[in-house]
C-alpha cells in the first residue's frame, strides 16, 4: 500500500469533485428530466411539444428578437464610449473606465427599479410601451457589461498600427474598417457573450417593467411555480443546446481564451 | 474641436443614462414622496423605516451574511482549486478548466433550477437548511475566483517554492508562506467578485432559497408587485446607500491601487 503523498497538485481534487458533483451532474439530472414524463418514463412528448407549439415557439422567436435588439443597441452606445475612452479624449485618465463599469456592482434589482419609476414619471403608464421599456430595461442593465470587454481590447490594441494606416494613406474611415474593427472583434464577441444570453433569459427586466410577454427565462421561472419539473428541465435543456451551440460558435470566431470579464473586479 | 466637443457629449449622455435614475431616486429616498415627481418635503423616513422594520433588517443581513458565506467557500475552493490545477497534468487541468467555464458561460436560470432539480426535486432535501442556495451560488462563483487566480499563478517566481523546500519547509508550509502570500491580490479580487454576483444573483436564490429566506433582490422583486408603498419607498433608501457603498469602496480601491503603483515606482 502506497501512503498518500501531499503534492500541489492534489489541492484540485476537492474543486473538481465539487464541479463534479454541483454542475455537471445538475444538467445531466436536467436533461433527463426534460426527456422523461412525470412517471418517469423516457418520453419524448414534452420535447415535440415544445417545438410543434406555436406559443413556445413564440416564445423563443420572441427572445431571440429581444436579445438581438438589445445586443445591438448595446454594441453601438458601448464601441464609442470604450474607444473614447481607450483612444480618444480620455485616453490618459485610465480610472474613468471604472465610472462606467461602477453600475454594474449595484444590485441590478435595484438599478431596474430606479429605471422603472424614471420610465413611470416620462411616460405615464409603462403598458404602453412594454417591449420599447424592456429594451430600455436591458440595455441599462446590460451596458457596463459590454464597455469593458471593448475597452480591453482596444486598449490593448497598438497605437502604431493606427499610426502606420494614417502614415500608409489610410484615411480615418479606412483605419477604422481595416485596422481598428477587425482588430477589437474579440472584445466585440465577448462583449455579446455578455449580453445576448442573459437578454434571452433574464425575465426579471421584464417583470418590472410590467411587460407580460415571456422570453425563454420566463417560461423556467412559470414552470417552477406551477412545480412542473420536467417541462420546466425541457426548456432548461434547450436553453443549455443554445448556450453550448453560441460558445461554440463564439470561441471559434474570438479565439480568445481570457475573454469573459463578467463582475470582475 | 468639433471631433472633442462630440466626443464630450457622447460621454456624458451615456454617463447620464447610466447615473440619472439612480441619482434622482436617491434624491427623492430622502423626501416623504410616494413617487418620482411629487414635491415633498425633507424627510428621512425611508431610512428609519429600512432600519426599524423587521422583515427589511433580516432580508439584508441574510443577504450580506449568504454573500460572505458563498464568497468565503468559493474562494478557498476556487483557490485551492487553481493552484493545484496549475500544477496537474495537462489533462487534468484542461478538465478543471472545462468545467469551469460552465457556470461562466451558462445562464444563472438553468444553474439555478438544475441545482433545484437535482438537489430538490430528486435527492429530495429541504430547501430550509439552505444547503441548496448556498450550493448553487458557490457553483456560480467559484469559477470566477478560480479566473481571477490563474494570471497571478502564471506570473509567479516558482523557484521561491523550491527554494522553500530546500530550506526544509514542508509542501504546506511552503505553500502556505510562499505560494498564498504571492497571488494574494488574484485571491482578494475573487472574494470581491464571488460577493458581487451573490448580492446581484436573483435567478439562482429564486430556485432554491428556502421559502420564508428573502435577498435584496427576490425582496426588491416582490415587492415590486406589491403595493406597498412604505416597503417601496424605504427600497429607494437602500438602494441610496448601495451606491454610495459601492462609489465609495470604488474610489478606495483605485487610491490605495495608485499608492501601491508609487510605492513601487
Given at each position: 500500500m502506497n501512503?498518500?503523498?501531499?503534492?500541489?497538485?492534489h489541492?484540485?481534487?476537492?474543486?473538481?469533485?465539487?464541479?463534479?458533483?454541483?454542475?455537471v451532474?445538475?444538467?445531466l439530472?436536467?436533461?433527463?428530466y426534460g426527456?422523461?414524463d412525470s412517471?418517469?418514463?423516457i418520453?419524448?412528448t414534452?420535447?415535440?411539444?415544445?417545438?410543434?407549439?406555436?406559443?413556445?415557439?413564440?416564445t423563443?422567436?420572441?427572445?431571440?428578437v429581444?436579445?438581438?435588439?438589445?445586443?445591438?443597441?448595446?454594441?453601438?452606445l458601448?464601441y464609442p464610449?470604450?474607444?473614447?475612452?481607450?483612444?480618444g479624449?480620455?485616453?490618459?485618465?485610465?480610472?474613468f473606465?471604472m465610472?462606467?463599469?461602477?453600475?454594474?456592482?449595484i444590485?441590478f434589482?435595484?438599478?431596474?427599479?430606479?429605471?422603472k419609476?424614471?420610465?413611470t414619471?416620462?411616460?405615464?403608464?409603462?403598458?404602453f410601451?412594454?417591449f420599447?421599456?424592456?429594451?430600455?430595461?436591458?440595455?441599462?442593465?446590460?451596458l457596463?457589461?459590454?464597455?469593458?470587454p471593448?475597452?480591453?481590447?482596444?486598449?490593448?490594441?497598438?497605437?502604431?498600427?493606427?499610426?502606420a494606416?494614417?502614415d500608409?494613406?489610410?484615411?480615418?474611415?479606412?483605419?477604422?474598417?481595416k485596422?481598428i474593427?477587425p482588430?477589437?472583434v474579440?472584445?466585440?464577441?465577448?462583449g455579446i457573450?455578455?449580453?445576448?444570453?442573459?437578454a434571452?433569459?433574464?425575465?426579471?427586466v421584464l417583470?418590472?417593467?410590467?411587460n407580460?410577454?415571456y422570453?425563454?427565462?420566463?417560461?423556467?421561472?412559470?414552470y417552477?411555480?406551477?412545480?412542473?419539473?420536467?417541462?420546466?428541465?425541457l426548456?432548461?435543456?434547450?436553453?443549455?443546446?443554445?448556450?453550448g451551440?453560441?460558445?461554440?460558435?463564439?470561441n471559434?470566431?474570438?479565439?480568445?481564451?481570457?475573454s469573459?470579464?463578467?463582475?470582475?473586479? | 474641436?468639433?471631433?472633442?466637443?462630440?466626443?464630450?457629449?457622447?460621454?456624458?449622455?451615456?454617463l447620464a443614462?447610466?447615473?440619472?435614475?439612480?441619482?434622482?431616486?436617491a434624491?427623492?429616498?430622502?423626501?416623504?414622496a410616494?413617487?418620482?415627481?411629487?414635491?415633498r418635503?425633507?424627510?428621512?423616513?425611508n431610512y428609519?423605516?429600512?432600519?426599524?422594520?423587521?422583515?427589511?433588517?433580516?432580508m439584508?443581513?441574510?443577504?450580506?451574511?449568504?454573500?460572505?458565506?458563498?464568497?468565503l467557500?468559493?474562494?478557498?475552493?476556487g483557490t485551492?482549486?487553481?493552484?493545484?490545477?496549475?500544477?496537474?497534468?495537462?489533462?487534468?487541468?484542461?478538465?478543471v478548466?472545462?468545467?469551469?467555464e460552465i457556470?461562466?458561460?451558462?445562464?444563472?436560470v438553468v444553474t439555478?433550477?438544475?441545482v433545484c432539480i437535482?438537489l430538490?426535486?430528486m435527492c429530495?432535501?429541504?430547501k430550509?437548511?439552505?444547503?441548496?442556495?448556498?450550493?448553487?451560488?458557490?457553483?456560480?462563483?467559484?469559477p470566477?475566483?478560480y479566473?481571477s487566480?490563474?494570471?497571478r499563478?502564471?506570473?509567479m517566481d516558482?523557484?521561491?517554492y523550491?527554494?522553500?523546500?530546500d530550506?526544509?519547509?514542508?509542501p504546506?508550509?511552503a505553500?502556505?508562506?510562499?505560494v498564498?502570500?504571492?497571488?494574494?491580490?488574484g485571491?482578494?479580487?475573487?472574494?470581491?467578485?464571488?460577493?458581487?454576483?451573490?448580492l446581484?444573483?436573483?435567478?439562482i436564490?429564486?430556485?432554491t432559497?428556502?421559502?420564508?429566506?428573502?435577498?435584496?433582490?427576490t425582496?426588491?422583486?416582490?415587492?415590486?408587485?406589491?403595493?406597498?408603498?412604505?416597503?417601496?419607498?424605504?427600497?429607494?433608501?437602500l438602494?441610496?446607500?448601495l451606491?454610495i457603498?459601492?462609489?465609495?469602496s470604488?474610489v478606495?480601491?483605485?487610491?490605495?491601487?495608485?499608492?501601491?503603483?508609487e510605492?513601487?515606482?
Open positions: 501512503k498518500f503523498h501531499f503534492d500541489r497538485k489541492l484540485t481534487i476537492p474543486y473538481l469533485l465539487y464541479l463534479a458533483v454541483f454542475v451532474v445538475p444538467l439530472v436536467v436533461i433527463y426527456f422523461t412517471e418517469g418514463h418520453s419524448f414534452n420535447f415535440v411539444a415544445f417545438f410543434c407549439n406555436t406559443k413556445t415557439m413564440g423563443l422567436l420572441y427572445s431571440l429581444l436579445a438581438i435588439i438589445v445586443t445591438i443597441i448595446c454594441l453601438l458601448a464610449v470604450a474607444y473614447i475612452l481607450a483612444k479624449e480620455y485616453s490618459r485618465k485610465h480610472s473606465l465610472v462606467f463599469v461602477l453600475p454594474m456592482w444590485n434589482t435595484l438599478r431596474v427599479t430606479a429605471l419609476e424614471i420610465l414619471l416620462l411616460e405615464g403608464n409603462l403598458a410601451h412594454p420599447l421599456n424592456t429594451v430600455i430595461g436591458m440595455v441599462y442593465d446590460f457596463p457589461f459590454m464597455i469593458m471593448l475597452y480591453n481590447a482596444l486598449t490593448k490594441l497598438d497605437n502604431s498600427m493606427i499610426e494606416s494614417r500608409l494613406g489610410a484615411n480615418g474611415r479606412q483605419t477604422f474598417l485596422v474593427l482588430l477589437s474579440p472584445g466585440i464577441i465577448s457573450t455578455m449580453v445576448f444570453l442573459p434571452m433569459t433574464n425575465y426579471v417583470d418590472m417593467v410590467y407580460s410577454t422570453i425563454m427565462g420566463s417560461l423556467i421561472g412559470s417552477f411555480s406551477s412545480y412542473d419539473w420536467n417541462n420546466g428541465s426548456i432548461s435543456a434547450v436553453l443549455l443546446i443554445l448556450i451551440l453560441f460558445t461554440i460558435l463564439t471559434r470566431m474570438a479565439g480568445d481564451k481570457d469573459r470579464e463578467r463582475g470582475r473586479v | 474641436m468639433m471631433k472633442k466637443l462630440l466626443q464630450h457629449g457622447f460621454i456624458y449622455l451615456v443614462f447610466l447615473y440619472l435614475p439612480i441619482l434622482i431616486l434624491f427623492y429616498s430622502f423626501t416623504d410616494t413617487m418620482i415627481g411629487q414635491v418635503g425633507f424627510s428621512l423616513d428609519v423605516t429600512l432600519f426599524t422594520k423587521d422583515e427589511l433588517i433580516s439584508m443581513l441574510g443577504t450580506v451574511l449568504l454573500a460572505l458565506g458563498v464568497a467557500l468559493s474562494t478557498i475552493l485551492l482549486g487553481a493552484i493545484g490545477a496549475f500544477y496537474s497534468k495537462k489533462g487534468i487541468r484542461g478538465t478548466e472545462l468545467l469551469n457556470p461562466i458561460v451558462n445562464a444563472d439555478g433550477f438544475s437535482f430538490i426535486v429530495h432535501m429541504d430550509g437548511t439552505f444547503i441548496p442556495l448556498v450550493v448553487a451560488q458557490t457553483a456560480l462563483c467559484a470566477f475566483v479566473l487566480i490563474t494570471p499563478l502564471k506570473m516558482h523557484s521561491l523550491e527554494a522553500a523546500l530550506l526544509g519547509c514542508k504546506r508550509q505553500l502556505m508562506k510562499v498564498i502570500p504571492q497571488i494574494r491580490p485571491i482578494v479580487s475573487g472574494f470581491m467578485t464571488a460577493i458581487t454576483l451573490s446581484d444573483d436573483y435567478f436564490a429564486t430556485y432559497k428556502p421559502a420564508t429566506f428573502d435577498t435584496i433582490s425582496y426588491v422583486v416582490n415587492a415590486t408587485r406589491g403595493s406597498q408603498t412604505e416597503i417601496k419607498t424605504a427600497l429607494w433608501a438602494s441610496a446607500i451606491f457603498v459601492v462609489v465609495g470604488v478606495y480601491m483605485n487610491i490605495s491601487a495608485s499608492r501601491k503603483g510605492e513601487r515606482a
